[in-house]
């Protein structure tokens, strides 16, 4: 249950402290040595494509400092230890050019990607550091103005804050993560995988929904379980696994595995096209062009299906 979920795992000591302090913030914009995560629109930079898989374009020297100099937002990502001295990390905003690989000079040396198409692909640490880039920036994106007046808001604590412009309100906006359940129901031989409409063929994976306010997780749980196929799922029964942050947007996901006595599912909902119940075995033993498809290897919804399975 320890096995960092993809998305997870960056390392990186986020250094609060040095957030705050204008003067190490400086430092680490002046320093060739910092490394920048430059994001575009909610794309990652990585190289250019090549055989051997996504590799991240990591910015650093004369040049790159002159680069963050074209960044609409910067953002102190946190340090990574190293023997002799710590390395910045600073995500960097272009989405304000059109062009930005032109506006880079990285034109066919590097390209912005979803991070949904590249992540499982990469290294566990960098994967999780491009997450953390995109997940902030896309904050910095939506909060440009004032939830409470409307003045804008502008940035400060190293990019980890916003604060309104207007002297009579001066509220203060810090980022936000949305909670949101992910559960594999099961009665110990079988489980539930429902289907969304437009998902890709075969495709199933287990229930999710968002936390709503004034809900436990647990209760969350169950009433998602509930709504999306109609059954009852008791709240004794209900385990965290685990979690993973999942910034497509802005989410993080919750992960349990959630017993319940096995009755005949419904789809009240449009939510769902479908939801049934599959054998362990059913599972254990997919073909590769078989209907029934499992969620893609960086999802934590496989992780709740894995860790399952291999309990049986
Ligand atoms: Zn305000």
Redesign the pocket.
Known sequence: MTRPNVYSGAGLDRADHLRGDEGAMGRILRDPATRFVAVWRSQNLVAASSAEGPTVSWLSGENALAMAQRASEQVFLGLEAAQSAATAYVALDFSEHEMPLEALALDGLSEFRDLREVGALLPQRDGSILAYARGLMHWHRHHRF?G??G?PTESRKGGHLRV?T?PS?G?QHFPRTDPAVIMLVHDGEACVLGRRPGWPPGLHSTLAGFVEPGESLEEAVAREVLEEAGLQVPLAGIRYNSSQPWPFPASLMLGFHARAERAPLTVYDEELESANWYSRDTLLNLGEDDELRLPRGDSIARRLIEDWLAEG
């Open positions: 004032c409470r007046c003045a309104c207007r309100c509220h």
